[in-house]
């Protein structure tokens, strides 16, 4: 299990998959680190962004069976909360809130 120390990941090489800060809004979506460069981190999201970063902006990937998230319902960009009810790689299944299952991946996906 990854540990985190003042809100940075200890996980900071290429390849691991971790949480960023996406543009700094709060919100911490999933991806895997494509570059570090001192205390900058290029992480390529999920969902195809790509964001460099101060290592602050990242903490260990820590989604799991059970975790709250939020997710874009269908897609079609609207936000609502639920929790994991089935994680494989990048394929997710969600409970939302309100009764509603849904088979997603995680670039639809974040965590505040």
Do not use: H
């Amino acid at each position: 299990m990854l540990s985190v120390g003042a809100g940075a990941a200890s996980a900071q090489t290429t390849g691991d998959w971790v949480l960023g800060n996406y543009k700094g809004a709060g919100y911490w979506f999933p991806g895997v680190i494509d570059k570090v460069s001192g205390e900058k981190i290029t992480i390529r999201y999920d969902d195809g962004d790509r964001e460099t970063v101060s290592r602050g902006d990242i903490r260990p990937y820590d989604w799991m069976i059970g975790s709250k998230v939020e997710c874009n319902f269908k897609n079609a960009g609207e936000w609502y909360p639920g929790r994991i009810a089935s994680l494989a790689g990048e394929k997710i299944g969600i409970a939302y809130d309100d009764g509603d299952k849904e088979n997603t991946r995680t670039g639809r996906c974040r965590a505040k």
